[in-house]
């Protein structure tokens, strides 16, 4: 979370819009995948940079071209990219530059969102990533930090022609992204709600100290959750309010459908915070209560048994002239002296309810 | 109020509009019930699968049908009931995902209500489930996840012809159907009301751990019915405000009422809320002064006899040449001291306040 | 406070607009008065129920109608009132239902308010109550639980035909109402100071622990405040702003007069509210630092003297073979070793200043 | 800060307008200053009450009138001024009530401000008053509850001549009296920042108890800034925003000036409050912090020190058969047990670190 | 963060707009370096103050005039400026009192703008200071309190004549200079999110108290940042709103850019706040944990010993006739009664999770 801080300051000083890329290096190599398709028929292949140059033809207006480049080191295919579908200069630094919020700049010819996702491979840790949207008339550019194939089930739908989406142009393939980015954050949140109701359980049974660390790496992770959702809340409301005129009425619905379930997501969150907080209370508490416990434990055995210690030391004692000693009932006399001021005092502790 | 994650989770990678029963089979089947009624007749029937294609007439502006559908996991049902009434497959996808937040959506032709109802049956548990209403011009669709007759008394109404709501169109049963699932949020708050009152006077009387397993589940339980009432306030405010043509004038007064009673659910939640967070503190304050009291003990009753003993301990021991042990009077001298550092201390003891 | 919602429950399942008495029986007989002036003569009688159909002349526009009804459980009263002056249901079954919020209904012809008043009577106990206002053109309907003469200044104004009252109209009567009621809050408000400034003085000298159930107190009482003289706010903002035309001008000045009173209230309220939990905050930091005292004086207590008390031990042992116990100076060893160990330990706690 | 509720509560039943004195007495008698400059010359006196009548000349259009009346409670002197220039008795009602919330109130022809001012006197407490302004186009009214001469630097400047305040109208005196004001908010945030730096140096060094009565003080004085600041912030944005026509253009840029100090101590009083609440907390953790230490230095000496003491218990006891008090090396074999016993303890510690 | 109190507490009773230097001297001398640049040439040098009266030429539209004056105490200088440029009085006035909040004032032919910048020199501690910037249209003023060089990388650009500031005129020369005091809060950020992680693992491991410390400061440094940067968000975004004319179409976009980091930098400073927050609960959690475990120790060390030091202390009494002592297995006896004794109190405290 704090890392493209680190890499923010690296630009310090450079004149804005110079291309560097800010971030990770976390895929092995920068691949292009093109898919352009019509309502008939769809065509898929990997492009060279060397091919970048012709990959568009801005007059195919009935067929979709979508471009998906994974890895963002390569500085030279983006720029090709940019020069090509003619980004502005902000936009291509933008994209190169890890830390982003989400955010939507409507540039009239084509729209720039940047977004964050979050997912978990099928084996492997929850993983971030930064992912930037172009949308245009008649095509889509998708960029994303790593080479994990997020967008596989939208590629197959358009392949297998079934549904709406080969039909309904660039804006619903740009809503198939937002939809399926945000589906994903339904899957952790899955995981953070079976996290929660395990330890919710542990708490009342056996609270301890590992829940602690967990607290606070749930925290953390909920806060990183809000930081990527509130945002991207601002911009769906944007584009469902139809802000934009590249997306069309057919499409609002289905973004109004996203901003429902982004909402969705925000108010678990809150919820899931909300709990946290209640559990943190709750262990506060019982960490308290049962502090109370053993000290009520040591209170009522020093209690009874310092007074009597303190008698029998009395009568270890070697002075010359002490006549209790000599008594004939002097020891059995001690035992009773003993035994109800025990009992005593284990009434006095039943009164106060601390037995 | 977790489960629902789990099941929004199966639905990642799947294109929006397919049809799939998104949450637990609570109805052992699916029944439709029909309610066709005009001012001066009324039909009721159980609806078969087979006939639901022609249960609506459209033709028929003056007169009301009311369909009930319990038990979501018919999808077949409600894919049938939505091709009859034309409704939009967004919509059909919502109705089936149980997991939804209250909602309004204007299709124009008819409007589409996604509440959350919280009742508690004759013999049982608190249970919630979703209320998914349709309300287009002559005709209310009403989605139920159990087979519980929550809309029993409208139901009753309509059939003994008391009261307007013979009269007063679609709008009207809609707003009647609302104004049920508000009012049974009382007899939860009421409840809440009530376990709050026994927990206030135990806290005073007896603080005991308890109160933070009741605490924790009182507050989750305000947690999911903020939830629930917080985007209902927002529905009925839009509806209220007279933005859909389907509700005329004379309802929007009773929606107002509607309005009313939601702000004071509201209000109510909020104050015991803070009443909760109050008796939280309460507690731990309560925790907090009791162990001060069981340390108090626990200080004097040491600082007392510890230094006496440790005085007797001094006569016990077997020096050869202790000159206290011999003089005629040094065990009454002995005695002497230790009453005196005894009463000294409770002196001080009671001067610092502690006794 | 919870005492409304058991009532409101009462109602799940009966048609809007039903007239039921809902809330406590609070006063003995429902009584109906009414005071008719002009600006020159004045009239006050109390009404018989078979009296109510005729008590209003909707022609007299230049005379005021008061009619003040205390007692709500008398359901007829209020509805022959209702039918003589043309009154909606849903204003009776308001009316007729305590466990109302402060709200403002604007029908055209008449204005209905609901507000609650908190007072304290001459000899007794705080007490709240919900006042219902109805302000037709020449007509105030004012409706009260309890017989208890609140707005008696009022009467006696009008009566004694002192001030603007009796030429200015039943929209200054209604302002008069209201006026009177916002002045009573100032009376609690300064109990509460009161009891703030006791408890704040206390808390230094003497931080105990009943100042937990009074922090409850004061904390529940401020939640009632804060629930009954917000949306107050609310009421009389939308009046001031002059949204209804049965306020003139000249009336306008006053409300604004009153609504400052209102936010005069809500700030102090939230002030107290503040003072409140910093003495939570500071009664709690106190706990913990007596606790720390009282642990400070065990601790310096036992570690003098647990280990001087194992040494004196030691000498007492009967082994053989103790050669210590032989030496001439051996027991005025013992004693400069436990004074000097003493003396060591108590030089470390100053350093430590925990004496 | 309670004591004018108090007073507030004397007006209950009161009609509105009637004029009473409500506060304390502040000023040992009212004088009634005036200062009336055009651009080239400039007459100050003392009125008596007689000549109040006299004292305003509303055709002098190119002329200022400045009259300022100290202590209160001569409500017949405020009468007077009231029938003089012709004001609203609400206006009059709130000169006279102290416990105004600061405010602006447009009547068209005048402006009525209620203003809190904070000072500190050259030897003395800080004190707080109401002043309460009228400007009309050719006069500015000021009324003080004490006799403390707050605007000295004003008058002194338009006696000089100095500067643009004899050329500049009535407005611009308003202006420079709420500067004047506003201005000596920036003294007490000043030693509050002395104060909070002060305790912060000593929270780290050496936090004590005091602490707690400090930071209940500084907050209630915050709370007290806050509820004067917040209110004069809207007044003023009111006023610069240019809602009367009482205020120039040229004085409008002023009034910015006077916003940006509002916001400035807004925010300083924010960040003060913030940095309370951190040391509360800061100072509570040390406390925990200590109270372990503690804990500690007893556990250990009781730790090592009560098993030792039972083992020399055992050998004092007086049993006829005990073999190893026969032993030769019985004794020393004892103080290896306990040496031995004793480092390890010591030990253990070291590697739970608690030493 | 509160020395500028002090000094603003100093100009109480000057009349506004007098020219007076606020604030700690910080730089050796005042210095004055101008910049004039056109698309084809650029002039550097540093000025007299004799020579500041004809710096400005107003005719040369195409040209860019930048000012940069080090040292504010320099009053002569800013006031020789603001006369050669036509400054307002309250803008020199602002300028000179380095107490400001950010903030912008549209004076329609120039805008002037209050900035706080937050920069780590090369060697040394993080500095503060205030810059204040002048754009009119064809010229920039700079005023810093400091002799720094911040805005080298500017200059260098400017000099040698790369990317576009040569070309794009004075309102992209102001743009260049916010972006670089925005691009030093990231340094300052990205020092920050390192020592959190450093303190988080350190947490983690083994919590002590020197974290208080360093969340206070943190917490301080936050309090800071907030306050300098969330009144410059509003600064920014009226600007890229483009509510001034001064700034062109073109660079709007850029300013779009800097307000997009602006919104990441409090998005950071609110996420560290909140993970603060959590170290801080999660430390005091483990602080009351430690005190549990330590509270254990010494409760089963006394419970074992103290009950068994009383037995000891029983045989080692002097009675006559004490049976046991004669007993033949008395002491063997006594062994195992201890020996037992202790073993159940060991499993005891096992039973209840204590060991």
Redo the contacts between chains.
């Keep these: ?2 890392k493209h ?2 890499n ?2 690296k ?7 110079t291309l560097l890329h800010v971030g990770e290096l976390r895929a092995a190599q920068v691949s292009v995948r093109q898919l352009e398709y019509g309502e008939l028929d769809c065509r898929e292949q990997w492009l060279d940079l060397s091919e970048l140059k012709s990959c568009y033809n801005p007059m195919a207006k009935d067929r979709v071209n979508w471009l998906h480049i994974a890895g963002l080191h390569g500085v030279s295919a983006v720029e090709e990219i940019g020069a090509c579908f003619n980004l ?1 200069p ?1 936009v291509l630094e933008d994209i190169l530059n890890t ?3 989400p ?1 939507l ?1 409507d540039y009239g010819d084509y729209i720039f969102l940047v977004v964050k996702v979050i997912y978990r491979p099928a084996a492997g840790e929850a993983t971030t990533e930064q992912i930037s949207i172009v949308l245009g008339e008649n095509f889509v550019l998708s960029f994303q930090e790593t080479d994990y194939d997020l967008f596989a ?1 939208v590629r197959e ?1 358009i392949k297998s022609g ?4 080969r039909r309904l142009g660039a804006d619903y393939l740009a809503y198939s992204l937002l ?2 980015i945000v ?2 954050y ?2 952790i ?2 995981e953070m ?2 996290r ?2 395990l330890w919710e359980d542990r708490l ?1 049974i ?1 609270p301890d ?1 590992d829940i ?2 967990e ?2 790496s749930l ?2 992770e909920m ?1 990183f959750l809000r ?1 990527a959702i509130w945002p991207l809340r601002e911009v769906v409301n944007a584009l469902e309010r139809g802000e934009s005129r590249l997306f069309r009425d057919t499409t609002l ?2 973004l ?2 996203v901003y ?1 379930h982004i ?2 997501v925000i ?2 969150v809150e ?1 899931y915070r ?2 946290v907080a ?15 416990e ?6 009522i ?3 009874i ?6 008698l ?11 006549p ?8 059995a006399l ?1 035992w009773a002296v003993i035994i109800i001021a025990g009992l005593a005092m284990v009434r006095y502790f039943r009164i106060k ?2 037995m």
């Design positions: 979370m704090k801080l680190k923010s300051a630009r310090v000083g450079l004149p804005p819009g502005h902000l830390g982003q919020r955010k700049d089930p739908r079934k549904g709406r989406i939809d399926t589906d994903n339904f899957v949140l899955e709600g079976e929660l109701e009342i056996d100290r602690l660390a607290v606070y925290k953390t806060l930081k619905l289905y109004r459908d429902d909402i969705q108010d678990t919820t909300d709990m209640g559990m943190l209370d709750i262990y506060l508490s019982s960490v308290s209560h049962k502090l109370n053993v000290m009520k434990v040591l209170t055995i020093s209690t048994f310092i007074p009597l210690t303190f029998a030391g009395v009568y270890g004692m070697n002075f010359k002239n002490m209790e000693l000599e008594w004939r009932w002097g020891y001690f309810k601390w």
